[in-house]
């Protein structure tokens, strides 16, 4: 049996898929729609919706299989979700990587399985909409398209609930979004016993900008720093607008010291985006950092506090 390999992106598409929030929750009608009409117009006894999570694959929506969830390793989703295509196996028996996995040679004995990845807004592979038989057979290429165009359909209802948790103007995560990643985050590095830093960031002036040129000019201030932001940082940062102007960077697995080299970092990068662009204003920030401190700290909320008393006592300054 062959082991799905990890997408290279992996801490990144387990940010995107925990911050779905959609992880062993109950069953919602907008996928089980989806997938009762996979089961139907390919003749197949099971259809589903799965999420790739970091060591198993979840079942958001399933039909034609009691159980809700399998170890990632014996999983054909875990294969699935390393391209962009749909995946195919028309015989597992006389597929090398499959024929003595325990979901071939026991129960549920699959034989034929296609699954088509499902992307996330920022192009994150976080599951598949899967169909399988325990007959083997060929998906032709009309057959194909046709799942590719159901799990279109699945992505198109995650990114609508994506866009509960992200600021479409700065193109990073709003409020609600940056407290569940920020917190999983917490969770992960609490029982590491590893560091974690955040940075509360205010932008100076800011609502002299909207007086002096306009809201519309206010608005593309807040872009272009959301563009820095995120050209600056990794995707597995956790980076949030939780206010008018304000912003909040968590990084995990890192100390003060190497958290204040990335707000120099992010400083270097204003200083520089402020040089070489023909605007009438510069964008100024205000910042506060912390360490994670479990004697002070028991949720994001406490290091948000803390950040940004620290914040405003440099902007007094």
């Not at 801490?11 to 009409?37: C, G, H, M």
């Not at 028996?93 to 088509?116: H, K, M, Q």
């Not at 995650?158 to 569940?180: M, P, W, Y």
């Not at 050209?231 to 956790?238: G, P």
Request: net charge negative.
């Amino acid at each position: 049996m062959q082991k799905p390999l990890l997408p290279e992106n992996e801490v990144a598409r387990l940010s995107t898929l925990k911050s779905l929030n959609l992880l062993d929750k109950p069953p919602q009608e907008r996928f089980d729609r989806i997938t009762r009409l996979a089961r139907k117009l390919f003749n197949v006894p099971t259809s589903l919706v799965t999420l790739v999570d970091t060591d198993r694959q979840w079942f958001l929506s399933a039909f034609g299989l009691d159980v809700k969830e399998t170890s990632r390793n014996i999983s054909f989703c875990g294969h699935a979700i390393l391209g962009d295509e749909v995946f195919t196996v028309n015989d597992a028996t006389e597929d090398i990587r499959f024929t003595d996995n325990p979901l071939v040679t026991g129960s549920p004995n699959i034989r034929f399985y296609a699954g088509c990845p499902i992307s996330a807004f920022d192009g994150s592979k976080v599951g598949t909409l899967c169909i399988f038989d325990q007959n083997p057979r060929e998906l032709k290429e009309e057959e194909q398209s046709l799942l590719q165009d159901l799990s279109d359909m699945v992505a198109q209802e995650i990114n609508t609930l994506q866009l509960a948790i992200h600021d479409e103007l700065t193109n990073v995560s709003n409020k609600r979004g940056f407290s569940i990643l920020a917190e999983y985050a917490l969770t992960v590095c609490m029982r590491e016993g590893k560091p974690l830093c955040l940075i509360y960031i205010d932008l100076d002036n800011f609502k002299r900008i909207n007086d002096v040129f306009g809201h519309a000019e206010g608005d593309r201030a807040l872009q272009a720093f959301g563009n820095l932001l995120r050209s600056t940082f990794r995707q597995s940062d956790v980076l949030g607008r939780i206010g008018g102007d304000e912003f909040a960077l968590l990084f995990s697995r890192c100390a003060f010291a190497e958290c204040s080299i990335n707000l120099h970092r992010l400083l270097k990068a204003l200083s520089e985006y402020n040089a070489t662009n023909q605007m009438q204003y510069h964008i100024e920030v205000s910042a506060g950092m912390v360490e994670f401190d479990p004697k002070r700290h028991t949720n994001i909320d406490d290091m948000l506090n803390d950040a940004d008393a620290l914040m405003y006592k440099q902007k007094r300054n």
